[in-house]
């Protein structure tokens, strides 16, 4: 079974073996490749290779070409702010100081902004691996587009003019639904409609200005025979029940939510639910053990692997760890084997001897490939890869081996070499490469400097 | 007398501006002070619906129209507040830090300090550190608070920090944070001085100093 064909099943709501993993990399992925923010959302190549390499790294059963709320608000005129570590932001808002709605002439076209950059770069991906993995085109979804429109009047307006608000929102969906047509277009298996801002509003303003707007967008991408995805950001619990009734295929939350509560009402409806590993705590911040653990209790209190995809709460920070999506990607892919490694990085009660190589009194240079699981973790599979083929260009020079953090052993081992993050190379004990895969330049290098 | 300033605070808890402007007038010609509208009238219904957000039982757009309501009645209030020999009850400076242009949280910990009748000096989006720290001085505040909605920006909190170290008034005022990604731990991490996770609880909190530091 391909990813592609795990998301789907999740999607057509059938139980599985495993939970289906969408790493949202947005701008993270041009970490990946030493590639700011910037230039991930405004140079094809560059956007390209990036998101091969989410592919090749984290195995994603499906992931999103492009994660950039800002892109249609580009095109209708609100200036953006740039950024190296994050997405553009809205800077000014053309409607601000006009109760007006843009005539449907101004709507978006494949050939303004950057659309035909991201067109493009969703039909190089289709063709890369459209096979394997599901690809989501993200739109913005109504009520954000409208505030980016508009600006902050627009929660005034909720109540002092609601026609023009209904009239607004009608736009913006309209555009929801040309930009849903140009990604199915390009080859999108699953539209997300993104709108943080769902988490800003009562249920009833929700069910006032939303709920046929939205119903009105899930049909449009129904009838296209493609899935459908709703995403907010922040404390959107309240609303859940009501998103759900819009019929979206699927919804993501994020760590603000109760995902275990959450899908309760999503069940209810047979709608997928996606989340919510915190993306600041846990994803940023945290150790490499800390997301395999976090990923693999939130799986455990799932009876089973049915309406549920793991996820990043929302678009994951630039600066995220490799190792740490990583992890998470390996706690989806080998939920057992990462839920046993985790354990017995916890229990730390066995009584192992491990000695470790006399590293000041080596008889040729050591490298150490220390990995989740060669066999079952793409990144560690990468890693190990280089160092075999390192192994073959040496030969007798070097010494290599594996440690796999699967094994008790090598859990004490880590501990005693200070191993923070898998996969890892040291030479002579020392941490050469960590999560990263070096090129086989990079890697002849280090050993030479060791021989 | 009580009634009208219980009609004011209703009415500026439903959004209700024209209402609460009338009414506050109405309250004027009766010859209430100035004083007893803002506070049994106006703050007092700017406090239930910072209670009620803090609760999630209202939203951004239910704050934003009292708090509409709430400075239509101040504005006809100011003239007569000054010889009411009303005071503030301290004085912040406030702004989304440098690098980050997301304002509807803090104009919200604005409305709500301003309900709760501290005076706010803000300085809007993208502020850079020392910038708080000048206007901190050059006022007199007691407070500045900072504001972030990514994580990309949060960081440079820490900096507000360190140019108040940089300028000697450390001790003079106190540094609150919040937003979406950050906690109380990343507070206590950068040396600032307070962390609260809503608007409400930050006006609260921003009270508290202020009267400690009286």
């Known amino acids: 079974m391909t990813g592609k064909e795990q998301l789907f099943a999740t999607l057509r709501h059938e139980v599985t073996e495993r939970a289906s993993w969408v790493p949202f990399a947005g701008v993270h992925a041009g970490a990946l490749i030493g590639a700011d923010a910037t230039q991930v959302l405004t140079d094809e190549d560059t956007l390209f290779k990036s998101l091969m390499e989410v592919n090749r790294l984290y195995r994603p059963d499906g992931q999103p070409v492009v994660f950039d709320l800002q892109l249609e608000a580009e095109i209708l005129g609100c200036d953006l702010a740039w950024a190296k570590d994050g997405p553009p932001s809205v800077a000014s808002h053309p409607l601000a100081d006009t109760m007006t709605v843009p005539c449907k002439c101004k709507l978006p076209k494949p050939n303004q902004g950057r659309l035909p950059l991201v067109l493009s770069v969703m039909r190089r991906m289709k063709e890369a691996v459209g096979e394997t993995t599901a690809l989501y085109g993200l739109i913005c979804g109504p009520f954000t587009l409208a505030s980016h429109l508009r600006g902050n009047d627009l929660f005034m307006d909720m109540y002092d003019d609601e026609d023009y608000v209904n009239d607004l929102l009608a736009f913006c969906t309209e555009c929801g639904k040309l930009m849903s047509d140009y990604f199915i277009e390009a080859g999108m298996d699953v539209i997300a409609v993104v709108d943080p801002l769902v988490s800003q509003i009562s249920t009833s303003h929700f069910e006032d200005f939303l709920s046929g707007p939205y119903t009105e967008l899930f049909d ?44 309760a009402i999503t069940d209810k409806y047979d709608v997928v639910i996606g989340g919510n590993i915190p993306l600041t705590s846990i994803m940023l911040h945290g150790t490499q053990q800390d997301n395999m653990k976090y990923a693999v209790d939130l799986l455990a209190q799932l009876p089973e692997y049915k309406n549920f995809i793991l996820a990043p709460g929302c678009d994951m920070p630039y600066a995220v760890p490799v190792e740490n999506t990583i992890g998470v990607a390996q706690a989806a892919l080998e939920t057992e084997s990462v839920r046993k490694m985790v354990e017995n990085y916890i229990s730390d009660t066995f009584n192992i001897d491990v000695q470790l190589p006399d590293y000041e009194h080596l008889e040729r240079p050591l490298v150490e490939v220390c990995t989740l699981d060669s066999a079952t973790c793409a990144a560690c599979t990468y890693m190990m890869g280089a160092a075999v083929a390192a192994k073959e260009r040496f030969g007798t020079e070097i010494d290599m081996v594996e440690y796999k953090f699967t094994e008790k052993e090598n859990i004490v081992r880590f501990k005693m070499m200070g191993v923070k993050s898998l996969p890892s190379i040291y030479i002579n004990g020392q941490l050469k490469f960590s999560s990263v895969i070096p090129s086989s330049e990079e890697l002849d290098a280090a050993i030479k400097e060791m021989l | 007398m009580m009634s009208i300033l219980n009609d004011i605070s209703e009415n500026l808890q439903r959004g209700k501006a024209k209402v609460v402007k009338e009414l506050v007038q109405q309250a004027i010609d009766q010859g209430i002070s100035a004083k007893e509208i803002l506070e049994d009238g106006l703050l007092a219904g700017m406090s239930v619906v910072g209670e009620k957000f803090k609760n999630n039982e209202v939203f951004v757009p239910e704050v934003l129209v009292a708090a509409r309501a709430m400075n239509m009645g101040t504005a006809l209030l100011k003239p007569l507040l000054a010889g009411d020999g009303v005071e503030s009850h301290g004085k912040v400076v406030l702004g989304t830090i440098k690098g980050d242009l997301h304002d509807i949280g803090k104009n919200l910990v604005k409305m709500m300090m301003e309900g709760k009748g501290l005076e706010v000096i803000d300085l809007g989006t993208d502020v850079a550190p020392e910038k708080y720290v000048e206007v901190a001085k050059n006022e007199g505040c007691q407070i500045i608070a900072c504001s972030s909605l990514l994580t990309t920006t949060m960081g440079m909190m820490e900096d507000v920090v360190k140019a108040a170290e940089a300028a000697g008034i450390r001790d003079q005022v106190k540094i609150m944070v919040g937003g979406a990604p950050v906690t109380d731990e990343f507070c206590k991490k950068i040396g600032a001085d307070k962390y609260t996770a809503d608007a409400a609880s930050a006006a609260d909190a921003a009270l508290e100093l202020c009267e400690a530091m009286a």
């Open chain 1, 220 to 263: 449009h991408i129904r009838s296209k025979g493609v899935f459908s995805s709703f995403f907010v950001c922040g404390d959107a619990a309240r609303n859940i029940e009501a998103m759900c009734q819009t019929s979206p295929d699927s919804v993501s939350v994020d760590e603000n939510v109760d995902i275990i509560t959450a899908k």
